[in-house]
């Protein structure tokens, strides 16, 4: 092996980076803030605190364990959380009780309106199960599709007056 003073490559390439990187890692050091493990449910991690918060709320720092924060993505629409006090609109704001009146009426009418709707649809979809007993159809030769279509058919019934009874109730719960 031939040495003639230069350094091998990958050697002069590492010598580089630690001369580079020798800066940051010292700033980063320096401008770093200790993390402390504070207990209760949910444990909570933070840097935020001060030496003499954490101590009083009987948080231990964690030296030399890194530490990964996810945050959450917002749900789409959502508006950014305030601290600063309640939201705009919300216990301050009161609604003319004529404008409420007019709103509990449309609902009303509406929620109503749907009501008999579904309860036609009801009626028809009994009157087309016959008591568990529907005419068989051409194309149900086979007698399973004809008991599978009996089965769905009363399933659907099911859903019809479980939807008409919270129909009902959303009806009840108006002024």
Not at 96 to 114: H, K, T
């Amino acid at each position: 092996m031939r040495h003639n003073g230069a350094m091998k490559p990958s050697v002069a390439l590492l010598l580089a980076l630690a001369i580079v990187a020798s800066p940051l890692l010292a700033s980063a050091q320096e401008g770093s803030r200790p993390v402390y493990r504070c207990p209760g449910t949910p444990v909570l991690y933070t840097d935020t605190l001060t030496p003499q918060e954490a101590k009083a709320k009987g948080c231990s720092v964690l030296e030399g364990a890194p530490i990964s924060v996810i945050q959450t993505p917002r749900p789409r629409g959502a508006a950014p959380a305030s601290t600063s006090g309640p939201a705009p609109g919300a216990a301050d704001a009161k609604i003319d009780p004529a404008v409420q009146r007019a709103r509990d009426s449309d609902a009303r009418r509406i929620l109503e309106g749907e009501l008999q709707r579904a309860q036609a649809d009801l009626a028809t979809m009994q009157k087309e199960y016959n008591n568990g007993q529907p005419e068989r159809l051409g194309s149900e030769r086979n007698f399973q599709r004809y008991l599978d279509r009996v089965a769905d058919m009363k399933a659907a019934i099911a859903r019809k007056e479980s939807d008409i009874a919270a129909i009902q109730r959303e009806i009840a719960k108006l002024p």
